[in-house]
């Protein structure tokens, strides 16, 4: 397993390692006539390679190469899996947030606020009716401004426009933001080249003979945020020893190995450890196999790093 048992949810629930060997065993292992370790090795390396078709798949999509990326992992299962996802991905850089596990609510509370209005107003580019679309952005930023300066009295307010756009004929459109600056004399042609950019970033190429099409048009307004997000170095770095270990299976190697527990409420910025290795928190288990290093940094995050 990677969970210690003696350290989940802070010790509140008690894991029975014994009763998941036992059912894997019954539901999987003797069917298929291996043990439990290889069947449970199997569930895992399903489940993470299901994780990384969907990020493969979602950077085709958007046609986006996952060379020289960051993974950033939050969600109490995420440390979990998030190095052999690296692996599977080719990503050499991982990041474990401090609170990884209520990431999401996190995330949430630092959030600007904002409001986004979108109408729907279909135009041809070759016979736009600028002045209409101008008064229809002019009514929603309105609409929007006064959404958010109801929450958000003090601060400045960030607005942008955009268009959900498509080449004539296709049934899908793409979102497109227009420049601040957009104006009457220049707007047809900056929404046709904006348009291009956007399409051309998502699918490699565009088709300038064809008309293009507007179907909606949005405004987001949003409160600037004034939380710092200025990056705390790390200090003078030491590297920790631990005197507890578990076995844990290694994908790497193929086998289960010594792996070292760390906890991470006794970790400081700058401290380093080496894989294989477990840092164990009341919420979520962040797994460091034998060949990636991590660091602790100024922001208290987990930084790991392949070796």
């Not at 292992?29 to 798949?57: H, T």
């Amino acid at each position: 397993g990677r969970l210690d048992p003696n350290c989940f949810a802070d010790g509140q629930i008690t894991l029975r390692p014994d009763a998941a060997k036992e059912s894997m065993e019954k539901v999987i292992c003797d069917e298929m006539q291996v043990s439990a370790e290889i069947g449970a090795m199997g569930v895992v390396e399903m489940v993470d390679e299901n994780m990384a078709n969907a990020a493969r798949e979602h950077a085709i999509e958007r046609g986006k190469s996952l060379n020289g990326r960051t993974i950033i992992a939050f969600g109490g299962s995420a440390p979990l899996h998030v190095a052999r996802l690296a692996e599977k991905l080719g990503v050499k850089k991982i990041i474990v947030p401090a609170g990884a596990s209520v990431g999401s609510a996190i995330g949430f509370l630092y959030a600007p606020i904002a409001f986004e209005i979108t109408r729907s107003f279909y135009q041809r580019l070759s016979n736009i009716d600028m002045r209409a679309v101008f008064r229809l952005f002019d009514r929603i930023e309105k609409d929007a401004r006064k959404i958010v300066k109801g929450a958000a009295r003090r601060q400045n307010l960030n607005v942008q426009r955009s268009a959900y756009m498509r080449f004539v004929g296709q049934r899908h459109e793409i979102k497109v933001v227009l420049p601040s600056d957009l104006n009457d004399q220049s707007a047809i042609e900056v929404i046709r080249e904006s348009f291009y950019e956007a399409y051309r970033s998502q699918y490699s190429r565009i088709m300038p003979n064809v008309d293009i099409e507007s179907v909606g048009w949005s405004v987001s307004v949003t409160a600037l945020n004034e939380i710092s997000d200025k990056h705390k170095n790390t200090p003078k770095t030491k590297t920790i020893k631990s005197n507890e270990t578990m076995r844990v299976w290694d994908f790497a190697t193929g086998m289960a190995i010594d792996s070292f527990i760390f906890h991470r409420d006794h970790l400081t910025p700058g401290t380093k450890i080496s894989g294989p290795a477990i840092i164990s928190e009341p919420q979520t288990t962040t797994v460091i196999p034998v060949n990636f290093k991590a660091i602790i940094d100024g922001n208290g995050s987990i930084v790991m790093e392949a070796k």
